[in-house]
Structures are given as structure tokens and as C-alpha cells.
Nanobody
């Protein structure tokens, strides 16, 4: 099994910054694309940003220029630096990763893994 654990959420005033982290653990062989998604109350989950194993990045229009996605492959950790936060950025943020891992019997499996989510609230 693999596990993704997010951290770094919290309450911040408009214009402020937060840095989210997502750490992957387990018998991991390879991590392909990783991404951040968010879901505001009453809304569908939406893509925020994606980073490929090669380092290419994609951003939603609403966050481009304010958010930066990055990863540390050695630490199997992904980050989301969020600057100039707005009230409309308030949501639960989830990390997602396409992971190849070894089962208990050392079979090679692939998982579309999700973290448990971390709340980001932007309010004065």
C-alpha cells in the first residue's frame, strides 16, 4: 500500500501565503505525475496544479502566477507554495499521485493515490 499525507493548511488573511506539503510513503517503485486539487464547500473537486516526473508543470488559470508547484523526488514530497491568497482559494486541498508500488507479495501494482485533504481558509 501507499499513503499520501498532506500538511501545511490553516487560516490566513487575504494577501497572505501558505505552503502545503504532500509526503508519499510505502513500497514505492516510481512516482509519475503528482498534483494538487481542491474542493470548496458545495463545489466539485477541481485541478489546481500538476507536476510530471520530468518537472513539467500545469496550473489552473485561477492560480497561475500566484501558486507554485514543486517536488523533491529524493524525499518523495510535493509542495504547493500559495501566495497572494484570496477568499475564493478557501477549500480543502488534496494531493494526488500516480504511483507504481510493490504489494506485500512483491507484485508490481499501480495506484491513483489521494491524500486525506488539508483545509485552507482565507479570511480576514
Amino acid at each position: 500500500q501507499v499513503q499520501l499525507v498532506e500538511s501545511g493548511g490553516g487560516l490566513v488573511q487575504p494577501g497572505g501565503s501558505l505552503r502545503l506539503s504532500c509526503a508519499a510513503s510505502g513500497r514505492i517503485a516510481t512516482i509519475y505525475d503528482m498534483g494538487w486539487y481542491r474542493q470548496a464547500l458545495g463545489n466539485q473537486r477541481e485541478l489546481v496544479a500538476v507536476i510530471t516526473s520530468g518537472g513539467s508543470t500545469t496550473y489552473a488559470d485561477s492560480v497561475r502566477g500566484r501558486f507554485t508547484i514543486s517536488s523533491d523526488n529524493a524525499k518523495r514530497t510535493m509542495y504547493l507554495q500559495m501566495n497572494t491568497l484570496r477568499p475564493e482559494d478557501t477549500a480543502v486541498y488534496y494531493c494526488n499521485a500516480d504511483i507504481v508500488f510493490y504489494s506485500d507479495t512483491l507484485a508490481i501494482l499501480r495506484s491513483d493515490a489521494w491524500g486525506q485533504g488539508t483545509q485552507v481558509t482565507v479570511s480576514s
